[in-house]
């Protein structure tokens, strides 16, 4: 997924927010957007890595669907 990172925590790893769920990203700057991958998820945070496009693969979704959901 891509997030945005908003904040940076006090080990310098960059924070996001999905859902309002917290994900720390090591390696990522404020104001940054990143796809990552989680790695680890407990009851209140998540942890993700910082992933390259070479290696993410993208889910394919069906166009039609996409252009009658959105009238």
Known sequence: M?????????SGDGLA??????????GARMEEEVKVRVTK???????????DDDSVEETVIDTEETEEDEE
């Open 17 to 26: 927010r999905v859902k309002g769920f917290v994900i720390f990203v090591p």
């Open 41 to 51: 998820v407990s009851r209140k945070v998540g942890f993700a890595e910082k992933v």
């Open 2 to 10: 891509t997030v945005k990172i908003e904040g940076v925590g006090s």
